[in-house]
């Protein structure tokens, strides 16, 4: 989130959902290790708080103030249960779990009618399609989130919270992808839990467990791949914050300029290690013939030469090896010479090359004409 752009409404009050759950979480785990009741209490007051912080994201998302009775009733019930996270719990329980679950529950069904009867009208398309993943994602983890209190008719095993929160972060990851819609969504949250069932059942079988076993290892192959997929969805965002600086360099880019924007671009682009052709490079070969054929495509991807008989270009591409060649100046001809084979690029490398040969060029076009008005 934090690559994604600068910290803004949104994205903060998202931010400090996340940081209440994670206090939660972390508080539970220093209870378990340690016994010690203060953990205990922190892990109560953290839970308490999610339904505000819940509306205080709901308000940023719909950039409308939700009523103010719902802001009361979400603030008071936290200070309550903060109290109450303090009393020993032989003297509450089970009581303040059940009461607990109950305005967690309250919380996020007043959450969920603010989203479902909002103006959509109001929102921006992107916006939209913002608030829809986030209710989908509650929509897929809620379930999970019934195991984490002692309730009398609910022995689970294991707590599934943390499952929940890894969940999250992957759908709070793949937000940065919006070319995704939901139904691709749900069908990759699908295939991960089919395949830790799956693989949690076998897993299980082989080292012949009882039934609590068997939900313990599943909820470990699934957290398990979560932490992959959200590995993975986050690494999958990195060619777009490339093309991000790819735009930047160009739109800083200084009329006329050229040397200085290929300078930039070599160090951070497929432009590192290439190789400048000016008129002592390409003497000997045919520059008509040259510029007849960089005229035709001002990018030319070696590729045999069946596939591109001409013969000047045979002979670039033999003696300096490389895959690319690019226009990047008509009088003199001038050309960049880079080798970017195409199984170890993504599938936007060719586009970015040719948006660099074609800024390039227009820099030099720039050039020579202030050249020739002086």
């Given amino acids: ?68 009775w719902l802001k ?67 929509a897929l983890i809620l379930p999970f989130l019934l195991t984490e209190f002692h309730l009398p008719w609910l022995h689970f095993p294991v707590r599934l919270g943390g499952v929940a929160i890894l969940a999250v972060c992957w759908l709070a990851v793949s937000m940065g992808r919006s070319t995704l819609d939901h139904r691709a969504t749900i069908r990759a949250f699908a295939v991960i839990a089919l395949a830790a069932l799956a693989f949690g059942i076998a897993i299980a079988r082989i080292a012949e467990l009882d039934l609590a076993g068997h939900i313990r290892a599943v909820a470990l192959v699934l957290s398990a791949l979560l932490l992959v997929a959200t590995v993975t969805e986050a690494m999958n965002l990195r060619p777009d914050s490339r093309r991000d600086g790819l735009l930047r360099r160009i739109a800083a ?15 951070e682009f497929a432009t590192e290690g290439a190789i400048a052709l000016g008129a002592k490079e390409l003497a000997g070969f045919d520059q008509k013939a040259l510029a007849a054929a960089f005229a035709a495509d001002p990018l030319r991807q070696h590729r045999g030469p069946k596939a591109d008989p001409d013969e000047q270009l045979q002979a670039l591409f033999s003696r300096y090896q490389v895959s690319h060649l690019m226009l990047v100046a008509r009088e003199p001809l001038r050309l960049i ?31 020579d004409d202030r050249t020739a008005h002086r």
């Fill in 72 to 138: 009361g009733f979400t603030l008071i019930g936290g200070l309550v249960f903060a109290v109450l996270a303090l009393l020993p719990a032989p003297a509450v329980e089970p009581y303040r779990a059940i009461a607990l679950l109950a305005f967690q529950f309250a919380g996020f069904v007043a959450t969920g009618w603010l989203v479902a009867s909002r103006n959509r009208d109001s929102l921006s398309p992107n916006e939209n399609w913002l608030i829809d993943r986030i209710a989908l994602s509650l």
């Fill in 337 to 367: 010479a880079l080798n970017l084979p195409a199984m170890a690029s993504h599938p936007g490398a060719e586009t970015e090359l040719r948006a660099i040969q074609r800024v390039a060029l227009l820099l030099a076009d720039q050039d």
């Fill in 1 to 68: 989130m934090r690559r994604a752009g600068p910290l803004d409404a949104q994205t903060g009050r998202f931010r400090l959902g996340l940081i209440t759950v994670t206090v939660f979480l972390g508080g539970r785990l220093l209870w378990w290790q340690s016994g010690a009741g203060l953990f205990l209490a922190l892990m109560l007051v953290a839970a308490a708080l999610i339904p505000i912080a819940m509306v205080v994201l709901t308000e940023g998302l719909l950039r409308r103030h939700a009523p103010l």
């Fill in 253 to 267: 880019s200084k009329k006329g300029d050229q040397a200085a924007f290929l300078e930039g671009l070599r160090a």
